[in-house]
């Protein structure tokens, strides 16, 4: 069965440090994808990285990157130098076979201190 | 500009009401899904559709109706036969699916649906 898991209900870091949000998943199929959402308050799911199965490096995008260890099954996300505006709850989702189902994660809530 | 428009924002319902939540996409995407958030839970797909006047059940299908009769709107009925409704509704949308290649789903602003 398909599954992602994410243990951390919520996690606290101080503005400008930096902080990882682990997601560890479950999937048989070959190829499969990997994402990483952030959610603020307002409710609407902001898209913000991404990582194939097959990709031979890990994502960056801007402030986050993904630390993708196959043999593991865990993708990590990581966020650097954290700002105000990164408070959120942030969901971890895996997409596998040929369909574009995703299956989501129970999501961490991340408060960002000042 | 492009995106999906989601309406209304807040929905009310008497019990044994169906309601229907609108959903509305500008990005000529194929593909279309309306998913169930509940308080501290991840999101769960409810229905997709990949073409007009085609449409597959998600996971949690039960209690729950769609059309896709134009390609730009997905239209979402909950149902009386929905025993628990109460929830945060997303509709999101995205190229068909090709493989490995990465396409992501470009999500609506939500609906949120309580029963009264």
């Known amino acids: 069965a398909q599954k992602i898991t994410q243990t951390q209900p919520g996690m606290f870091v101080q503005e400008k440090e930096a902080v990882t949000l682990d997601c560890t998943y479950d999937t048989s199929d070959p190829s499969y994808g990997l994402f990483w959402y952030k959610q603020p308050s307002s409710g609407e799911m902001i898209f913000l990285i991404y990582?194939?199965?097959?990709?031979?490096q890990n994502a960056t995008e801007g402030r986050y990157s993904l630390n993708f260890q196959k043999a593991r099954k865990s993708a990590n996300l990581v966020i650097s130098a954290s700002q105000l505006g990164d408070s959120a709850m942030y969901f971890c989702a895996m997409k596998s076979g040929g369909y574009n189902k995703l299956i989501f994660g129970a999501g961490t809530r991340l408060a960002v201190h000042p | 500009d492009g995106g999906i428009t989601q309406s209304p924002k807040y929905l009310f319902r008497k019990e044994g009401q169906n309601v229907t939540l609108s959903c509305e996409q500008n990005?000529?995407?194929?593909?279309m899904y309306w998913y169930r958030q509940d308080p501290g839970q991840g999101l769960r797909l409810i229905y997709y559709?990949?073409?007009?006047?085609?449409?597959q059940k998600g996971d949690i299908a039960e209690g729950y109706s769609v059309s896709r009769e134009k390609k730009e709107s997905f239209p979402l009925t909950v149902t009386s036969a929905q025993k628990n409704p109460t929830a945060f509704y997303l509709c999101?949308?995205?190229?068909?699916?090709?493989?490995?290649?990465?396409?992501?789903?470009?999500f609506g602003p939500g609906t949120r649906l309580t029963v009264l």
């Open positions: 999101a949308s995205s190229i068909l699916p090709t493989g490995e290649i990465f396409n992501e789903q470009f």
């Open positions: 990005l000529n995407h194929d593909a």
């Open positions: 559709s990949q073409i007009v006047n085609d449409f």
């Open positions: 990582q194939g199965s097959y990709d031979q």
